[in-house]
């Protein structure tokens, strides 16, 4: 029992196990879908972080792309920019010197004016500026008068054209008190059919035919006098219409009369300003003609200037030919002399060349073997002295065994016995000893012998090197000899070729005073040709200003004819439209009173028909 008991109670803890293992494995499981899943999100945004790294890549390539493109462009347009600005460069030097150009042609110009100013001076002096301001006087005078008579014909004009304006307001007055008096007829008439309508009725069987006779024959007369009535008013529109076109008429004539007076306005105006202009340029010219006096005395002036420096110039230049042969003499003799002096000293020098190669190269040589024996006396140095250290080092051991010797010789003191034995060894090893001392001392002597036989070589050939490095400072100073001589040689010649230098900058300035001498006698016949040419341009000028102030004369006397005409005809219409309008006013006067009795003779028949009717 207790078996089964403990059997179930490990089924159950195993069947517990395996459920909590289940359920951890579950756990493990949905864990583990979980990490799946957290891994495919995450590879895919790893995959949208890589395609978005590529893009970028991409895109920063297009841009490195699209940079390197415009750096292309903008060197290729700085490069234009420098090529304009060079271009432009060019074009203001070339500006600056048509500038340079213009200037001196302006100049030149303004000798011609000064001699043409003089001309004006003199036919400007020869004119009177009295018959000038008379004329002037009169001109300004004319266009007074003819701008006064404008103004009072434009006066005239708005007078009428209020005058026109209040006819019309009263000629629509008229036309609306007629119209209401026809639609005042017109009820009177259809009162009067409705009445005679109902009265005829009526009297039928009271009136009798005589009351009847004298109802039409008042109907007759009314009749009558309303187709007077209209005949007249008939007659009165008539007149308004020929009325208004003669108004038409002498609007149009004063609109060309206006236009006239404009344009001789507009002609007196531009000959003013024409006047006026003559008068700024004849201000202007005289303004230019002091100007040019003064120019042309600073001109003579300088001239005079010029001569003198000319002169100068000529004697400075006589002078400086003189000195010029008499340099160019001495330089040629000098040159002969230092042609001839650098010919020895060349041949010396070549000559001295040739020994001092000859010498270097035999001191070569020489060097050469010396330092060949060098290098032998050094090997052999090295051999010697690896025999005296080893001389040395037998030497030491021969002092060790003497010091050994002599404690030996201690020892055999010590002992009585072998005392004979021992002085016999030492005196046999004293005397080898001293051999072999002796024999090592000669070989020391001879290698001390051969080492000053050495350093005395070795003296003699330091010596040579000396006298070889001597050698070559006095080659080095013949150089430099040479080299002076050289560049003496070369400012001689730049003395030469300055002094030709002046001498063709002093032919160059001869041949540049003799061209200008030309230039101002040419000048001087162009100024003169273009004062011939400016007077008979300033006689036809002349000739022309006449014949217009005629034409503009008789131009203002036709106006001034067309004016008065036009003021004639305008007086006329006045006095036409004056009487005309009278005329209106009497004839809508009496309109007016007849149509008030017509009005109180149809107010008295109406009440007597009222009080028939009753």
Sequence with gaps: MLEVQSSEIAIESVSSLLDEGSKSFSVLFDTFLDFKTSMCHFSLQQKNIISNHEKLNSYLMEKVSELENEKCLLHNQTVDLQNQIEELKLDAQNSEKSLRELLEQQDLEKGEYLSYMQVLEKEISGLSSCSLAKEKESLRKDVEKTRMKLKETEFKLKNAIQEKTKLEGEKASAEREIKRLHGQNSLLERDMNKRDSLAGRRRDSVMSDSKRTKNLAFEQTLQEEYKKMEVYVFEMETKMTSLEEELAAVYREKEDAVSISEGLASELENLSEKLSTSNLELEALQEELLALKQRLEESEFEQQKMEGSIKM???????????????????????????????????????????????????????????????????????????????????????????????????????????????????????????????????????????????????????????????????????????????????????????????????????????????????????????????????????????????????????????????????????????????????????????????????SLKKELAAKGL
């Design 313 to 603: 110039f000529t004697e400075e230049k006589e002078d400086l030919a003189m000195q010029l042969t008499d340099s160019l003499l001495e330089m040629e003799e000098e040159r002969a002399i230092w042609s001839a002096k650098e010919k020895a000293s060349i041949e010396a020098i070549e000559e001295k060349s040739k020994v001092y190669n000859i010498e270097i190269t035999s001191l070569s040589r020489e060097m050469s073997e010396v330092r060949n024996e060098l290098e032998s006396c050094r090997k052999e140095c090295k051999v010697l002295r690896e025999r005296l250290t080893s001389c040395e080092e037998m030497a030491g051991q021969k002092t060790c065994s003497m010091e050994k010797s002599f404690e030996i010789d201690q020892v055999n003191n010590d002992k009585n016995i072998t005392g004979a034995l021992s002085k016999r060894s030492e005196e046999m090893l004293s005397s080898n000893s001293e051999m072999c001392g002796i024999h090592q001392c000669e070989e020391v002597n001879m290698l001390r012998k051969e080492l000053s036989f050495l350093s005395k070589e070795r003296e003699g050939l330091l010596t040579r090197i000396r006298e070889l490095s001597e050698l070559s400072n006095d080659y080095q100073s013949l150089n430099n000899q040479l080299c002076v001589m050289s560049k003496e040689k070369d400012k001689l010649v730049t003395q030469i070729e300055e002094q030709q230098k002046h001498a063709i900058e002093e032919e160059s300035l001869n041949k540049r005073y003799n061209d200008l001498l030309m230039e101002a006698k040419f000048q001087v016949e162009e100024l003169t040709r273009r004062i011939s040419s400016m007077e008979l341009k300033i006689h036809k000028d002349q000739v022309e200003n006449g014949i217009e102030k005629a034409k503009l004369r008789m131009r203002l006397r036709g106006a001034q004819a067309r004016l008065d005409a036009f003021r004639s005809r305008y007086k006329e219409t006045r006095d036409e439209s004056d009487h005309m309008n009278r005329k209106f006013e009497e004839a809508s006067k009496n309109l007016k009173e007849q149509l008030a009795t017509k009005g109180v003779e149809v107010l």
